[in-house]
């Protein structure tokens, strides 16, 4: 199985079409210095250019310095953490010039940090980060993502925490949202007797939306930084070949299709624990389905993890002392016996009253 995983940003200025139409003439003017380059590339890098150009112009003054430390836009009693990379900025503006000049940028979703997660997810390639963004745009209005929340009730909900334990759990050590799922416990044809693929993806969004809306921002005036990412815990003890049928890898597959190409650059970082002999041909073929660049922030430890989760995740949310900030099933002593078990809590500073009333304020 695989796992799931806000600040407001500001409109292009009216000036940009202008800006746009100058930085084209300049651009072109530039032309004869790129022949060695192939024609697809020169119209690559003189778009870039252009656009760049127009993003330089509205922040020049600003952007002197790399990891400049800036105030949360939501709201300035936050004082939020927002320390930002000066190319990184940059390239956002031109893309965000980039998808308002084909009316691509709804209200809702021109977000300084979910534009740069795009554009890191296609390696800061313009055209391509505007075509993933106009597929995701493009998706949502398809299967109504936009009031999903509001028109989806997952019934079965109660069935379906038997057969594939899962939730959030406190936050780690900066205080990004801590994901855990018990993969060994699921039981897949069990899974679909209960629900069907088509609702339980369904429902797999509804929570990801909640934690893009809800958690992220809590976790973010909580930590006093933003934090737009999880760390994800998977317990794969008991894991064979047996729990990869056909459910389960259609299940793989849709999931990772949806985060990857509609929330992508949310994981942090993976640590997939209990990991033995069986797990690691199981292993073999899930990492077929994955990005290699989430590849590379997942850890398979064995049954020695417990010093290695503390390392990095300290869960604040669950309870005070060190011994008891895990699930007791992590090597913790931490049950939630008034919660229904740690992984039906969800514990974390999205359920701290204080903490909501500063992000409904603010957001």
């Keep these: 199985m695989l796992v799931r ?8 200025g009216a000036q940009d079409a202008v800006a746009i139409f100058r930085a084209d003439r300049l651009a072109a003017a530039q032309e004869e210095s790129l022949e060695k380059d192939s024609e697809d590339e020169r119209k690559g890098k003189t778009k870039m250019a252009t656009l760049k150009a127009i993003a330089s112009k509205k922040f020049r003054s600003s952007l002197k310095r790399r990891g400049k430390r800036r105030p949360d836009a939501r709201s300035q009693s936050l004082s939020i953490e927002d320390i930002r990379d000066a190319e990184e900025e940059t390239s956002v503006e031109a893309f965000r010039a980039a998808l308002a000049v084909e009316n691509l940028l709804p209200a809702d979703h021109d977000d300084y940090y979910t534009l740069l997660r795009f554009l890191k997810a296609r390696r800061f390639d313009l055209e391509k980060a505007k075509q993933m963004w106009a597929d995701m745009l493009q998706w949502r209005r398809e299967n109504g993502v936009d009031t999903i929340e509001e028109d989806f009730h997952f019934k079965e909900l109660e069935e379906v925490r038997k057969y594939y334990p899962q939730g959030h759990h406190g936050v780690d050590k900066e205080g990004r949202p ?23 993806l369904k429902y797999h969004v509804v929570e990801f939306e909640r934690t893009i809306k809800k958690k992220f921002p809590a976790c973010s005036a909580a930590a006093k930084r933003h934090i737009d990412s999880t760390t994800t815990i998977l317990d794969v003890a008991g894991v064979s070949l047996k729990n990869f049928s056909k459910p389960a890898r259609d299940l793989i597959i849709n999931i990772q299709k949806i985060d990857g190409d509609n929330y992508p650059e949310t994981l942090h ?14 292993w073999n073929t899930i990492r077929g389905f994955l990005d290699p660049k989430t590849a590379t922030k997942i850890s398979v430890l064995g049954n020695k993890f417990r010093s290695k989760l503390l390392e990095f995740a300290r869960i ?20 939630c016996s008034g919660d229904g078990g740690c992984l039906r809590s969800d514990k974390g500073p999205w359920k701290d009253p204080a903490i909501l009333k500063v992000c409904v304020k603010c957001c």
Excluded: H, W
Excluded at 5 to 12: Q, R
Excluded at 323 to 329: E, G, I, N
């Design 5 to 12: 995983f806000l600040c407001c940003g500001f409109p292009p």
């Design 178 to 200: 801590v994901y855990i799922e018990r993969i060994g416990k699921v039981e897949p044809n069990k899974l679909m007797q209960v629900t069907t693929l088509e609702r339980y």
């Design 269 to 282: 970082r993976m640590f997939i624990i209990n990991a033995g002999p069986g797990f690691k041909l199981v």
């Design 316 to 335: 604040t949310y669950a309870c005070v002392n060190l011994d008891s900030q895990l699930p007791d099933f992590l090597g913790g002593t931490c049950i």
